[in-house]
């Protein structure tokens, strides 16, 4: 297994030191993540899913509205949203009027809600989740959650600072360059085994997984 240095040295060598220690995100702890408001969540989870595919500042122009008539995204109001609400949300030029999406967004609160009955909060659900099993993460979240799939999850939780590596193509070029990890995250196997290789990174370098992916992605 290649060493961490190795690759961190190697993005020093294309990015320089000071540029590479700027693009790297800082995880939040469990207390930062639990104290950060459900709704919060469920507006990031849904500013992130209607950011898929078009240009991000386009969507935060229009965010305002979206909070407006998604009740503050507030879960337990979304959650219960009904047809009728959709067919007003689908006429108002405000918004983004993507069926999909919107449809996804009143599913994804009652989804949300589920998890705050049961953890007492997102947040609580997030911390309580182990750091060395996040694909596991993003595999509960995409079957829990509507438009979560590909690297949506990983963003979402990026995000919100909980720490994750994403599986980008950037990502997946290094892995393959560096450990000889083709097609990573392409298959059960090959995400079983990245996770080894991130958490066996972490226990070498004290770093986040989120650093690690970072890293790894300016390395090559």
Not at 50 to 57: E, V
């Amino acid at each position: 297994m290649t060493a961490f240095e190795v690759i961190y040295q190697a993005a020093i060598e294309r990015h320089g030191e000071e540029a590479l220690k700027a693009r790297l995100p800082i995880a939040n702890d469990d207390t930062t993540l639990c104290q950060f408001p459900d709704d919060r969540y469920l507006s990031q989870m849904s500013l992130r899913i209607f950011s898929a595919g078009l240009k991000h500042d386009m969507v935060k122009t229009k965010w305002p509205a979206f909070e407006q008539a998604f009740h503050g995204f507030d879960p337990a109001k979304v959650g219960f949203m009904t047809d009728d609400d959709l067919d007003q949300l689908l006429g108002d030029t405000r918004l983004i009027r993507h069926g999909g999406k919107l449809r996804a967004t009143i599913h994804n609160g009652a989804a949300m809600q589920d998890i705050i009955s049961s953890h007492g909060s997102f947040g609580a659900f997030l911390a309580e989740w182990p750091g060395t099993n996040t694909i596991g993460l993003l595999e509960d979240l995409g079957k829990r959650f509507k438009h979560l799939g590909g690297n949506s999850a990983a963003y979402f939780l990026r995000m919100v600072g909980k720490d994750t590596f994403t599986m980008s193509k950037d990502v997946e070029r290094g892995l393959a360059h560096w450990q000889g990890l083709e097609n990573a995250g392409k298959s059960k196997t090959s995400r079983n085994q990245m996770q080894s290789i991130f958490n066996n990174w972490a226990s070498e370098t004290g770093r986040p997984h989120c650093q690690l992916s970072m890293i790894l992605a300016l390395s090559t």
